[in-house]
């Protein structure tokens, strides 16, 4: 694993699933609803107002309660829940949200995402984020190298050498699936109280080696949200910002980045990387005080910056992991956001 320090943007934390999930703010449910491809269940005063078909299999819905929006894009079939904790709670999540969904392990199945012409830019760019501003914090989520083709002058930035003691396993002797098309994208759109928060976030999966049902996915997450409030004395602010990516019993995630705390003392880039199967790297800019690992288990990995936000300031999350989803394991996951805040 190697890290860079330099300069960037801010973000926090989601959480998706082999779906899409995505979660609005804390409140009250609206006036109802229409059906949606992506089921909500454990809404939490959320309802399904509108659905975009935007590619095969691929849909956009959007869920709204009394003060907040949230917008997925996933796969029709994928299932999401929000779980918002009252404004006066002492619990460390105001809202988690998870989007999960399950697919077969075909050949054909894993080229749906390349067939579908989709582009993680192109999918933010469906939630409502303006092309150059997708291109410029997100075009490095549809490479596995880390550099954004978006860029201009852009280089492939070299991916790190492996982390001296990886006990990561031996890549199999199967041919390699392409590292260049991603096998799924799950990002999610949030603005919530009353858009006083905002922001977007994405997971990549990649499939990397396929041998029949023997699997091994690299992939990489990153959010980046906000606070707009400047009211005075007493304005909402950020406290935390997190996302993972999680798998069914069967699959092992057995390499991941971040994997400790990382102090930051000013706004800096941040990279995390790791080397396995090719390997896979993506940066971001992380404000302080601290991006540290977030619900770390042998099914799953995640990052989360904590701290204090500073004025409007975007906060950013980010981080890779390596899976291997053997025979007999299901291809399903799920990612999940967190957000925390003061004077919400």
Same mark, same amino acid.
Request: proline share 6%; glycine share 12%; aromatic share 6%.
């Given at each position: 694993?190697?890290?860079?320090?330099?300069?960037?943007?801010?973000? &926090?934390?989601?959480?998706?699933?082999?779906?899409?999930?995505?979660?609005?703010?804390?409140?009250?449910?609206? #006036?109802?609803?229409?059906?949606?491809?992506?089921?909500?269940?454990?809404?939490?005063?959320?309802?399904?107002?509108?659905?975009? %078909?935007?590619?095969?299999?691929?849909?956009?819905?959007?869920?709204?309660?009394?003060?907040?929006?949230?917008?997925?894009?996933?796969?029709?079939? &994928?299932?999401?829940?929000?779980? %918002?904790?009252?404004?006066?709670?002492?619990?460390?999540?105001?809202?988690? %949200?998870?989007?999960?969904?399950?697919?077969?392990?075909?050949?054909?199945? @894993?080229?749906?995402?390349? +067939?579908?012409?989709?582009?993680?830019?192109?999918?933010?760019?469906?939630?409502?984020?303006?092309?150059?501003?997708?291109?410029? =914090?997100?075009?490095?989520?549809?490479?596995?190298?880390?550099?954004?083709?978006?860029?201009?002058?852009?280089?492939?930035?070299?991916?790190?050498?492996?982390?001296?003691?990886?006990?990561?396993?031996?890549?199999?002797? @199967?041919?390699?699936?392409?590292?260049?098309?991603?096998? +799924?994208?799950?990002?999610?759109?949030?603005?919530?109280?009353?858009?006083?928060?905002?922001?977007?976030?994405?997971?990549?999966?990649?499939? %990397?080696?396929?041998?029949?049902?023997?699997?091994?996915?690299?992939?990489?997450?990153?959010?980046?949200?906000? #606070?707009? +409030?400047?009211?005075?004395?007493?304005?909402?602010?950020?406290?935390?910002?997190?996302? +993972?990516?999680?798998?069914?019993?069967?699959?092992?995630?057995?390499?991941?980045?971040?994997?400790?705390?990382?102090?930051?003392?000013?706004?800096?880039?941040?990279?995390?990387?790791? #080397?396995?199967?090719?390997?896979? #790297?993506?940066?971001?800019?992380?404000?302080?005080?601290?991006?540290?690992?977030?619900?770390?288990?042998?099914?799953?990995?995640? @990052?989360?910056?904590?701290?204090?936000?500073?004025?409007?300031?975007?906060?950013?999350?980010?981080?890779? =992991?390596?899976?291997?989803?053997?025979?007999? @394991?299901?291809? &399903?996951?799920?990612?999940?956001?967190?957000?925390?805040?003061?004077?919400?």
């Amino acid at each position: 694993m190697n890290r860079g320090y330099g300069m960037l943007a801010v973000g &926090s934390a989601l959480v998706l699933g082999g779906g899409l999930v995505t979660g609005g703010a804390w409140g009250a449910s609206p #006036s109802p609803a229409t059906r949606t491809s992506i089921t909500l269940v454990n809404a939490d005063g959320f309802e399904p107002v509108s659905e975009e %078909v935007i590619a095969a299999n691929t849909v956009v819905d959007t869920f709204k309660s009394a003060d907040s929006t949230m917008r997925l894009l996933g796969r029709p079939g &994928s299932i999401a829940s929000i779980s %918002v904790d009252p404004a006066n709670s002492n619990t460390a999540h105001d809202l988690e %949200v998870r989007l999960s969904a399950s697919r077969p392990k075909t050949a054909a199945d @894993a080229r749906a995402y390349a +067939d579908s012409g989709r582009t993680v830019v192109g999918d933010l760019v469906a939630l409502g984020m303006p092309r150059r501003e997708a291109e410029r =914090q997100f075009g490095d989520m549809e490479t596995l190298d880390g550099h954004n083709p978006y860029l201009a002058g852009a280089r492939r930035a070299a991916v790190a050498r492996p982390r001296s003691g990886s006990s990561s396993p031996a890549a199999p002797t @199967a041919a390699a699936a392409s590292g260049t098309t991603p096998y +799924d994208v799950l990002c999610v759109d949030i603005n919530a109280h009353g858009g006083r928060i905002v922001g977007r976030g994405c997971s990549t999966l990649f499939l %990397v080696v396929q041998n029949g049902t023997d699997w091994w996915f690299n992939n990489k997450y990153k959010l980046s949200v906000h #606070s707009t +409030d400047t009211s005075f004395p007493f304005p909402l602010r950020l406290t935390l910002a997190a996302w +993972d990516i999680r798998w069914a019993g069967g699959n092992v995630v057995y390499d991941w980045d971040p994997t400790s705390e990382v102090p930051v003392g000013s706004c800096t880039t941040v990279t995390a990387s790791i #080397s396995d199967k090719g390997g896979i #790297s993506i940066s971001g800019t992380v404000c302080p005080n601290v991006l540290d690992v977030w619900t770390l288990s042998g099914t799953r990995s995640g @990052a989360q910056w904590t701290g204090t936000e500073r004025g409007t300031q975007w906060e950013v999350a980010l981080g890779v =992991q390596a899976v291997h989803s053997p025979p007999g @394991a299901p291809a &399903s996951y799920a990612s999940t956001l967190g957000l925390a805040c003061m004077n919400c």
